[in-house]
């Protein structure tokens, strides 16, 4: 057992918990589901349910002493899921349990739009692919029922990396309450099932465990967390929502962080965990889709980027090497006859004006205050300066960090580098690549030497090798 728990299958973790009016969308469904895994012994892993009432669908009525009482029926039933292939002995359900929760209040006029009664439940199962069923009875007698897939993956798998799930609450405090249903390795979690945040809950906090990384590291004692918030549309980071922290490796080891989310605008984001080695390469990821509703926050660009005269200025009072490094940026997006100009710029003024013209062409709305185009490249920049740079290069100028530049973040990065047939690799996939739709990118340590160079991918104009697996296993042995 990896960490210490108070209760298990069959204890019901119970808190109210305020939440900001949401959208008319978010307030249809009366309770919102979510789920965690983690490790537990050899054979069975940890499934954490998280559970989010409104609690104005709860029904009260007043007791003789003036307390208002709610009763809720719950129901919930994990089943193994109908697309994998189990053993026929294992039919029927693989835990279930039925309840009529109960909670107590002063006033129910006291009960906020948006507020939620929060629930948890821990089941040790075994790791394999479920399908969690939860129903209950709303005020009227419907019956209401959710259902999600859960994967509960095997964390005892010796000499691999691993993430837990990265689990979302609405606050994670220091305790050494044992008797708290939330406890857990000295921390009381209060997990936000409905994952939304904003108006009246600006702080997202995260948890994690990390697996195995003391065996990754070989002769080095540290390593680095790299947490970051990309918009959910558009896969960009978002300004200012990063944190790179050192920590000592361990064989297990609790990550905690916090991001602040008051000026984030409404719109859908993901929590991004990477665990970095001494030489910036990704030992293990993790992410996470949340919620934001801000509706008093408005789009904005950010801080320098402007307007066309602004931009014009801007390049105008650049000094000489600065021009040169932009000019070097936009050679990784330029098109072939857009590179073949810049080759023909003989003055520094010439390669002002072209980055002018070259960032106007990418504006997507002139009628706005700023560039979108040189906003959103630059915001990326950042992010493979931080994610890519090594001792060697600068981030912008790897394989990765070049894809990331011309594509965007992808959609979900699989680091395999403990592979024992395969030469180190990172799989990326990208679920809707403009013009292209999904598209894979295989990255490679071909030399041993921690440097990822783009082997394969299906985009037409990029290096292919349709027998990528056939040269990682040659260049393993």
Not at 19 to 47: H, K, N, P
Not at 281 to 295: G, L, M, S, T
Not at 345 to 353: C, G, H, N
Not at 360 to 386: H, I, M, W
Request: aromatic content about 10%; glycine content about 6%.
């Amino acid at each position: 057992m990896t960490f210490r728990l108070r209760h298990l299958a069959g204890s019901l973790a119970c808190a109210l918990c305020a939440f900001g009016a949401v959208s008319s969308t978010a307030q249809a469904q009366s309770f919102g589901i979510d789920v965690g895994t983690f490790a537990y012994d050899d054979d069975e892993s940890l499934l954490e349910i998280y559970l989010a009432f409104k609690a104005n669908t709860v029904p009260f009525e007043a007791d003789t002493l003036g307390v208002f009482r709610g009763s809720l029926p719950v129901g919930l039933e994990l089943n193994r899921s109908s697309v994998a292939v189990f053993d026929s002995t294992t039919a029927g359900p693989v835990w279930a349990d039925a309840m009529n929760l109960g909670f107590s209040i002063a006033d129910t006029s006291a009960i906020q739009p948006g507020q939620n009664f929060v629930h948890q439940m821990r089941v040790p199962v075994e790791p394999g692919e479920y399908e969690l069923t939860v129903r209950r009875l709303e005020a009227d007698g419907t019956p209401t029922a959710v259902q999600r897939d859960v994967v509960v993956p095997d964390y005892a798998t010796s000499g691999q990396v691993q993430l837990s799930a990265l689990t979302l609450a609405s606050q994670i405090i220091r305790s050494q309450d044992r008797e708290n249903p939330f406890y857990k390795n000295g921390l009381v979690i209060n997990p936000n099932p409905n994952q939304l945040f904003g108006r009246g809950l600006t702080k997202l906090y995260y948890y994690t465990e990390a697996y195995g990384v003391d065996q990754a590291l070989q002769s080095d004692s540290t390593y680095t967390t790299y947490a970051f918030v990309t918009d959910g549309s558009s896969s960009l980071p978002v300004f200012d929502l990063s944190r790179r922290t050192t920590r000592l490796g361990r064989p297990t080891d609790v990550i905690v962080g916090t991001f602040d989310l008051a000026d984030v605008p409404s719109g859908s984001y993901v929590l991004n965990l990477v665990l970095l080695n001494a030489d910036n390469e990704a030992i293990v990821e993790q992410n996470q889709k949340f919620f934001v509703y801000n509706p008093e926050v408005e789009q904005v660009a950010q801080a320098g980027f402007v307007d066309q005269e602004y931009e014009t200025s801007l390049f105008a009072g650049m000094p000489e090497d600065e021009i040169e490094e932009n000019i070097d940026h936009i050679k990784v997006i330029a098109t072939d006859r857009e590179r073949r100009a810049i080759g023909d710029l003989a003055s520094i003024d010439d390669k002002r004006q072209y980055l002018v013209a070259f960032w106007r062409k990418r504006d997507s709305d002139p009628t706005t205050a700023g560039n979108e185009g040189r906003q959103d490249f630059y915001s990326r920049l950042q992010y493979v300066k931080e994610r890519y740079s090594t001792a060697r290069r600068e981030g912008w100028k790897t394989d990765r960090g070049r894809i990331v530049l011309k594509y965007g973040i992808p959609s979900n990065i699989d680091p395999k580098p403990y592979d024992r047939q395969l030469a180190p690799h990172e799989i990326w996939e990208y679920n809707n690549l403009p013009g292209q739709g999904r598209a894979l990118f295989i990255f490679a340590d071909m030399d041993g030497f921690n440097v990822y160079e783009l082997l394969h991918t299906t985009v037409p104009g990029e290096r292919q090798d349709p027998n990528w697996q056939t040269t990682l296993a040659r260049r393993r042995r």
